[in-house]
């Protein structure tokens, strides 16, 4: 199984930065894509940013050129570098790992998340 615990979320002023951590464990040799995600109260669950092992990313419109997502391949802690933060950017942050059952056909499920990290950005 691929266990993700986040970090690095706080309350930071518009115009400010922060860099949230997605530490993997467990099974992670069989994860193939690292996604953050966001959702705001009352709203649904949007993916911020994505980064495939071969390298490719992707982002929301909203973030594109703020956001930067990365990884640490030797520890196993994929990044999500935020600047230029504004108020819409609060919410609750949380990655999703998305498994190769090619690779890891032993594995229960596919899709694992987080718990989340708490962002909150003041005007």
């Known amino acids: 199984q691929v266990r993700l615990v986040e970090s690095g979320g706080a309350l930071v002023q518009a115009g400010g930065s922060l860099r949230l951590s997605c530490a993997a464990s467990g099974d992670t040799e069989c994860i193939s894509a690292m996604d953050w995600y966001r959702q705001a109260p009352g709203k649904s669950r949007e993916m911020v940013a994505g980064?495939?092992?071969?390298?490719?990313?992707d982002y929301a419109s909203s973030v594109k050129g703020r956001f930067t997502i990365s990884r640490d391949n030797a520890k196993n802690i994929w990044f999500l570098q935020m600047n230029n933060l504004k108020p819409e950017d609060t919410a609750t942050y949380l990655c999703?790992?998305?498994?190769?059952?090619?690779?890891?056909?032993?594995?229960?499920?596919?899709?694992?998340w987080g718990r989340g990290t708490q962002v909150t950005v003041s005007s």
């Open positions: 980064l495939h092992n071969g390298g490719s990313t």
């Open positions: 999703n790992a998305e498994a190769d059952l090619d690779k890891c056909p032993d594995l229960i499920g596919s899709d694992y």
